[in-house]
C-alpha cells in the first residue's frame, strides 16, 4: 500500500502555462509538507499544513499555491511557470505530535516537472 | 552561510569500505539531527536520527552528533553496491516539524 503518493510523476510544459500537483496520503498523519529539490540535490521545504491548516510558509514565490482539502491531501498549484521552477517536488506527511517529539516525516516519491 | 553544510561529493568507494560522511551546522538550538536516504528517483527516506549528542547504532550505520563541535557523522561499515545512494543529513527546527537539509553526499560504492 502506497503510504504517500503523488500525481503526476512527470510533468513537462510550456512557460507561462499553470499546472497543479496532488499528493495524498494514507498513513493517518495530520501534517503534510512540500519540499522542492533542485538540480543538485539540494532538498527545501516550501510550505506545510496542519490540519487543513498553514503553518509553514517559506519565502516562496506567490505563484505557488497550496491548497489542503481535507487533513489526507495537500496539492500545489504553479502559475505562469518559470524556467527555474524545474526541479522535483516532493510531499511528506507526518504527525505534529507532542512538542520535542520524533515525528519522522514521510516522503512521496516525488513530480519531476520540466519547464521549457 | 548555509544552516546545514554538506560536501555534495561524489564518494566513490570499494565494497567492503567503512564509509564517513558528515555535516556542520549552524545554529545549535536543535533537538534532532537525522540521517536520510535517497535512492535514484525516489524520495527520501529516513535512516537514522539521533538526539541530543551522542551515538547511536543500527547494524551497519552508526550516527553520531558532537554539539561541542557542531557536527554530524554517519559511519557506515562493510560499505555494500546497495548503499550507493545520495546521504541527506538534516536537523529539526525548534518550531514545529521544519527539517533544514545538507546539499547531500552521492555516495558509490563499487563491487
Known amino acids: 500500500d502506497t503510504a504517500v503518493s503523488q500525481t503526476p510523476k512527470y510533468l513537462v510544459t510550456q512557460m507561462g502555462n499553470d499546472k497543479s500537483i496532488k499528493c495524498e496520503q494514507n498513513?493517518?498523519?495530520?501534517?503534510m509538507y512540500w519540499y522542492k529539490q533542485d538540480s543538485k540535490k539540494f532538498l527545501k521545504i516550501m510550505f506545510s499544513y496542519n490540519n487543513k491548516e498553514l503553518i509553514i510558509n517559506e519565502t516562496v514565490p506567490n505563484r505557488f499555491s497550496p491548497k489542503s482539502p481535507d487533513k489526507a491531501h495537500l496539492n500545489l498549484h504553479i502559475n505562469s511557470l518559470e524556467l527555474g521552477d524545474s526541479a522535483v517536488y516532493f510531499c511528506?506527511?507526518?504527525?505534529?505530535?507532542?512538542?520535542?517529539?520524533?515525528?519522522?516525516?514521510?516522503f512521496g516519491p516525488g513530480t519531476r516537472l520540466t519547464v521549457l | 552561510q548555509k544552516e546545514v553544510e554538506q560536501d555534495p561529493g561524489p564518494l566513490s568507494v570499494p565494497e567492503g569500505a567503512i564509509v564517513s560522511l558528515n555535516c556542520t551546522y549552524s545554529n545549535s538550538a536543535f533537538q534532532y539531527f537525522m540521517w536520510y536516504r535517497q535512492y535514484s528517483r525516489k524520495g527520501p527516506e529516513l535512516l537514522m536520527y539521533t538526539y541530543s549528542s551522542g551515538n547511536k547504532e543500527d547494524g551497519r550505520f552508526t550516527a553520531q552528533v558532537d554539539k561541542s563541535s557542531k557536527y554530524i557523522s554517519l559511519f557506515i561499515r562493510d560499505s555494500q553496491p546497495s548503499d550507493s545512494a545520495t546521504y541527506l543529513c538534516?536537523?529539526?527546527?525548534?518550531?514545529?516539524?521544519?527539517?533544514?537539509f545538507g546539499a547531500g553526499t552521492i555516495l558509490r560504492v563499487k563491487s
Open positions: 498513513l493517518g498523519h495530520d501534517t
Open positions: 511528506a506527511s507526518s504527525q505534529m505530535g507532542l512538542a520535542g517529539a520524533m515525528n519522522e516525516q514521510f
Open positions: 538534516a536537523k529539526r527546527s525548534e518550531y514545529g516539524n521544519k527539517l533544514v
